[in-house]
């Protein structure tokens, strides 16, 4: 009896082991935008969704994860991620950002959209760079 209650402990860890809920790191020109297909290069525009059971959706832009979401279930997300105007290449939580859309600031895909991590850094740039500032959720509705 002792060998399949260690069997059955070593099954049940494996299994919580498994079910990670993490960004993953993106691999820039290798690693392709699930939404449109094309390699991410861009290391301020990309952006990821984790899973509540951990799998990752990765994205060359906001703007693809955004329209991405059109067709997804959003009560599976746990994470959204986005790369920072100032901290290229690393992920956080893109539902605390603030988005700006300035035609002066190309994104991979078109839609001038780039995340910054607070609202004073997005107006420093908009300062210069023009455009017009979104909260998450109002980025959600002005792109649906």
Excluded: R
Excluded at 107 to 112: C, H, I, K, L
């Amino acid at each position: 009896m002792q060998p399949v209650k260690h069997y059955l402990i070593f099954v049940l860890l494996l299994f919580l082991l498994s079910c990670n809920v993490s960004p993953q790191a993106i691999n820039y020109g290798s690693d392709g935008c699930h939404f449109c297909k094309m390699t991410i290069v861009d290391k301020i525009h990309a952006a990821e969704i984790v899973t509540k059971k951990g799998k990752v959706y990765m994205f060359d832009s906001a703007e693809c994860m955004v329209n991405f979401l059109k067709e997804f279930d959003s009560s599976e997300v746990k994470l959204y991620l986005s790369n920072y105007f100032s901290e290229p290449e690393k992920l956080t939580d893109a539902t605390k950002a603030t988005f700006l859309i300035s035609q002066n600031i190309p994104s991979p895909m078109g839609a001038f959209l780039t995340a910054f991590k607070n609202k004073e850094d997005a107006v420093k740039v908009q300062l210069e760079k023009e455009g017009t500032l979104y909260t998450w959720n109002e980025l959600l509705k002005h792109l649906n």
